[in-house]
């Protein structure tokens, strides 16, 4: 797998760690950078992850226009007028993907605008992330040994879901396909339903007159149970409303589970309580077991 | 700050860690261990952390009534027949310090117990564990730069508390002083209710007929989210019944919170969903970069 030109629309920690990945592998030999900042398209350049910067408030699309692969690595709720831009300049043998958390929205939002270019579109997920962001939070390693999940549409070209495939598998992560709705429901539940109960939990704390106190008595359990509400809040807003439907689902059974927890604690249900505690060692030890690469990654802070 | 003879009952994952911890600094001479399973105090003996090993259901009292310090490092549901046995041997110089995740059930259960003893009880907590447990998960830096939370009483002699807080110290840990009552508040929300969350968010997982296909897809932000959920089920069993009253308080709050935050969703309420993300990232951006010992320590899996 060589690409001769790859386009990274949004430098910041996906995009930029898809480009230092391909580098790493000698995968590719010019990456184009479409970023918001001059400062931070400065930072890709120093860390030699693109070789040009454009910015996206300027004619960037003509800058992309011949790319082999577009990389669309920005929030969802900006597409729109990407891929509208995109639509109107590319080649015919041009290859689009994306980076974002929902599908269902993005399969829409393209069927939209890609017209012509529809079937040269793979949407995609890395189930890899940071709390960090930006440019300078680009790392090479960040897919190793992650999944991620294409979910191409009845459209999508072979040839250009095996060129995505085999983007993501020079970054050395593993190639899953799921159906977009599939995708987004499975989501809801393992990534966008945790990160709100962490936040959620880390807002309500902060909202007390003695938070500090509370904080300056919290331990290493409650750092990764809130690792993830220092992300982006911008961007986790949008993955919400994007995700609605199937994160409420997701939020009514989680509170129903809560509710039933807590009436065991209130009548003090040893062996519910046991029983469930249980449940979840087993699952969680057998996940970390099997999970290999997540389970052996190195945890961020 | 040196001990001539300490006593560890328990030889787990948090007193094996202490008198490793201990010997590292070079402040202790003999350990003696006491503990449920041969196979434990074994494991204990060959990594160095005890000396000489005693079974619990033998005459272990009389193996620890010239000790300078007992440290009790076992679940708090067991703690009475401990406490009486040692309170009918000890001799009038042994101080009794404990590591139980709750405070004023261990009170209540001092002052049943000790009698005579009690002036040299001082309950004790320190803010550092793993998922992990037994002899072969002590680490002798379990504590460094963590906090010690010490709840004395008003009977608890000042020579008493200054062995304790001196034993922390020299295991590397910040020694604090709270109320007990206090003590379990805080510990209710940063600690058991964290606990409980994860747990409740894998155990319903786990509950579904296609379980594998959402833990197939989890990724980082799920494993930290989720670590605390592989701990012992008895040990967090037994800690939400003991600090039952603080942990439904707190469970109430967060449900309020989460009832708060499905309404956002449902009727997609931008502004308030952006302000409850940023108020969560700001506040855990601040205690990452002022819990210094604890944010720095060696994430655990």
Known sequence: MHIDKLAVI??????????????????????????????????AEARGAIDTGVLCNGPWAQEVADADLVLIAIPVAQYRGVLTALADVVTERVVITDAGSTKQDVVLTARETLKKCLSRFVPGHPIAGSERSGAEAGDASLYVGRQVILTPLPE?????????????????????RLDPARHDHILAAVSHLPHLL???????????????????????????????????????????????????KELTAYRTALDALALCIEHGDTGALHGMLSRAAEARRQWSETAGGIAAGTPAR
């Open 156 to 176: 999508t070209s072979a040839s250009a879901f095996a060129l995505v495939a085999d983007f993501w598998t020079a970054c050395g992560a593993r190639v899953a």
């Open 10 to 43: 949004g430098v910041g920690l996906i995009g930029t760690s898809c480009a230092l990945a391909l580098r790493a592998a000698s995968a590719v030999s010019h990456v184009v950078g479409v970023g918001r900042s001059q400062a931070n398209l400065d930072r």
């Open 198 to 248: 962490a936040s959620a939990l880390v807002a309500e704390l902060a909202s007390r007159q003695d938070s500090a106190e509370y904080f300056g008595n919290a331990g290493s359990g409650f750092r990764d149970f809130t690792r993830i509400a220092a992300a982006p809040p911008e961007m986790w807003r949008d993955i919400a409303l994007a995700n609605r439907d199937a994160l409420l």
